[in-house]
């Protein structure tokens, strides 16, 4: 995804409040990380960790992560 889709996306996506991203990951307050985020990428074209989140969150809503776990100890 270009920087333009990926702010057209998130534009028009309804956010929930937390999201599961993979086994390890879950992003809280994701209105407030996709914001900033978005504000990061239209500042600096060559920062290249806000468009990854992005994805990754993009993907996330998508596709929802539903397997197992990371087992406590």
Request: hydrophobic letters at 30%; proline letters at 5%.
């Amino acid at each position: 995804m270009t920087d333009e889709e990926l702010i057209a996306y998130f534009e028009h996506a309804k956010l929930p409040e937390t999201l599961r991203l993979d086994r390890a990951t879950t992003q809280y307050n994701v209105q407030q990380a996709v914001s900033t985020n978005l504000e990061t990428l239209r500042a600096s074209t060559t920062d290249h960790r806000c468009r990854h989140r992005l994805k990754r969150i993009a993907y996330a809503m998508e596709n929802p992560y539903n397997g197992p776990e990371i087992p406590r100890f």
